[in-house]
């Protein structure tokens, strides 16, 4: 049998066995521990006896003659890749497609914008948009996107609707046509929430406190870079926040040990397997609540996340629609989860005839653990994590060796960043020293606090 080599756009394949300082300071999950479940679900579709995948990271046209000569596949799972700040990604991604002489495909791709889209208007990545969807399309047969409102984009971009079709994300089939549903069950005060957040919407972060006052069995699933580093050794999240989002360690939920983050998804979904409800507002957040065979009810600030839950079926509430007499025991009493399982089967049916169209093999991804996939995955020996914690709830010998750790990182950072500063005309900016300058005061603090 003739190998099949795939080269696979992903910050690390479920097969790597990285430490979690390695996932850490190398970023391997690309900002969000949600690009793991696309990565994982797509991966667990193809894999089967004479498949070869390597993953690949950052697109230079340089690399077509080796890609050309190694593989006979790209395959090039997204998310919103639609948007003003990849403008420069997805016009270094068409020059290098372009260059390609195999199939490069693309799933689940999606349009970053306001709940209510605005299509007509226009936006700043339209021509970098266009340059992708063509480049990808002189590749493959079809451009698969995550649902309609992007179908739409498309469309008025001037791609033709008989090559587009509407995929939704893989890692909503990650187990095949087989979606795991516990059975109904009542809301308690004694009942066990998972809860996943991002933006700052006022209404919805209140309502979440109201959720924990409620229900004070909780878990708060975290899946931001500046999460991990939170957890890891106590850095500050200094983006722009809600004051409600969980930024340092003098928050409660950090001291009562109710966060948790993953960076693998089979530890990821058999942690929510505990949970008998998920509300959030981060869509691979709750697809993994799903794939657990949880009811989840997904809170929409954004096109990119109502598409998503529109197209699957997930239970979603306008973010907008969120205020100070929501309650949750109402929306989950009139909530009718089942339809989310209603119509998956077609659905994983639709996602097949896309890869089989495009090229691309299909293996069997049913729900049961014995698939190449699954065995390949147990070759690499990797143990359910239980997920990140605190680093305060271990012992203070680890939490010490975490701080240190990060210290030294901290370090690296800082002395590149002056660097750059020096040499100004290097092409890279120096502008990021001041807040690893912050991190490295903020956890030598916690150092001293909490260290030996």
Not at 212 to 220: G, L, N
Not at 228 to 249: C, E, F, T
Not at 327 to 356: M, N, P
Not at 417 to 439: L, R, T, V, Y
Request: some cysteine; hydrophobic content about 40%; aromatic content about 12%.
């Amino acid at each position: 049998m003739r190998m099949v080599n795939i080269l696979m756009r992903a910050s690390m394949l479920p097969f790597d066995n990285f430490e979690i300082d390695d996932i850490l300071f190398h970023d391997r999950i690309w900002g969000n521990s949600g690009n793991l479940l696309f990565v994982y679900g797509l991966l667990r579709n193809i894999y089967k006896e004479g498949i070869h995948v390597d993953s690949y990271q950052n697109p230079e046209e340089r690399d077509a003659g080796w890609i050309n000569e190694n593989y006979d596949m790209m395959l090039i799972p997204l998310a919103n890749a639609f948007r003003d700040n990849w403008i420069g990604q997805l016009e270094k991604w068409a020059a290098l497609i372009r260059k390609l002489k195999i199939p490069a495909v693309v799933t689940g791709v999606g349009i970053q914008a306001d709940y209510e889209p605005g299509l007509t208007k226009g936006f700043k990545f339209d021509g970098a948009a266009r340059q992708f969807a063509e480049a990808v399309l002189e590749k493959s047969e079809s451009i698969g996107v995550r649902g309609e409102i992007t179908a739409e984009y498309l469309k008025r971009l001037g791609i033709k609707e008989s090559r587009i079709d509407v995929i939704g994300c893989p890692s909503m089939f990650t187990f095949g046509s087989f979606l795991p549903r516990k059975a109904p069950c009542r809301l308690t005060g004694q009942s066990v929430l998972s809860m996943n957040y991002h933006g700052s919407f006022q209404g919805f972060f209140e309502f979440l406190e109201r959720c924990k006052e409620e229900y004070p069995d909780y878990y708060i699933v975290l899946q931001g870079i500046h999460d991990m580093k939170l957890l890891y050794a106590g850095d500050k999240v200094r983006k722009k926040v809600h004051p409600l989002y969980i930024k340092d360690v003098e928050y409660r939920e950090f001291r009562e040990n109710r966060l948790r983050q993953f960076v693998d998804v089979p530890s990821w979904i058999h942690f929510l397997k505990k949970a008998d409800l998920s509300v959030g507002s981060c869509i691979h957040g709750s697809i993994a609540a799903v794939l657990a065979g949880n009811p989840a009810i997904v809170f929409a600030a954004d096109a990119r996340v109502r598409e998503l839950a529109e197209y699957h079926k997930i239970p979603m509430i306008p973010m907008k629609e969120v205020n100070g007499d929501t309650k949750l025991a109402r929306l989950y009493e009139a909530i009718d989860f089942s339809r989310t399982a209603e119509g998956h089967k077609t659905r994983y049916e639709v996602f097949c005839q896309f890869l089989k169209k495009n090229g691309v093999p299909v293996a069997e991804a049913g729900g049961h653990l014995n698939t190449e996939f699954d065995r390949k995955l147990e070759e690499t020996g990797r143990k359910l994590s239980g997920g990140m914690e605190s680093f305060l709830a271990g012992s203070r010998e680890q939490a010490s060796e975490n701080m240190k750790k990060y210290l030294l990182w901290c370090g690296k950072k800082i002395k590149w960043h002056a660097e750059q500063i020096q040499n100004p005309g290097g092409g890279k900016s120096g502008s990021g020293i001041g807040e690893w300058i912050g991190s490295l005061q903020c956890v030598l603090e916690n150092l001293d606090r909490y260290g030996e």
